[in-house]
């Protein structure tokens, strides 16, 4: 059974900092495109991030600079660091993975045969 479980949100301060964590079961990251979305209140869920299996890595522009998208092979988690937070980042950060042969990340269509979602872990920026 596949599983993802997201960890690592909470309430920062603008300008701080948080890194979230995608651990998974049952599918093995390091094979396929992985990403983070988010969905905010009232807005429809968007991309953020996203990793090749190759390790090449497209992100959104508002988050460009800011956050940094990682994938540890051994512990099969994906990893956003999320840095210089606005509390235009509040949302839902959800993780997701393409499980087709070969699929890779589409900056056009972000959830475009990603079928493997997280429950998600909120994220709060607020002073």
């Known amino acids: 059974q596949v599983q993802f479980v997201e960890s690592g949100g909470g309430l920062v301060q603008p300008g701080g900092s948080l890194r979230l964590s995608c651990a998974a079961s049952?599918?093995?990251?390091?094979?396929?495109?992985i990403g983070w979305f988010r969905q905010a209140p009232g807005k429809e869920r968007e991309g953020v991030s996203c990793m090749n299996s190759d390790g090449t890595t497209i992100y959104a522009d508002s988050v460009k600079g800011r956050f940094t998208i990682s994938r540890h092979n051994a512990k099969n988690t994906l990893y956003l660091q999320m840095n210089s937070l606005k509390p235009e980042d509040t949302a839902v950060y959800y993780c997701a993975a393409d499980p087709r042969p070969y699929s890779t990340c589409s900056v056009i269509s972000p959830e475009y045969g990603m079928d493997y979602w997280g429950k998600g872990t909120q994220v709060t920026v607020s002073s």
């Open positions: 049952g599918f093995t990251l390091e094979y396929y495109a």
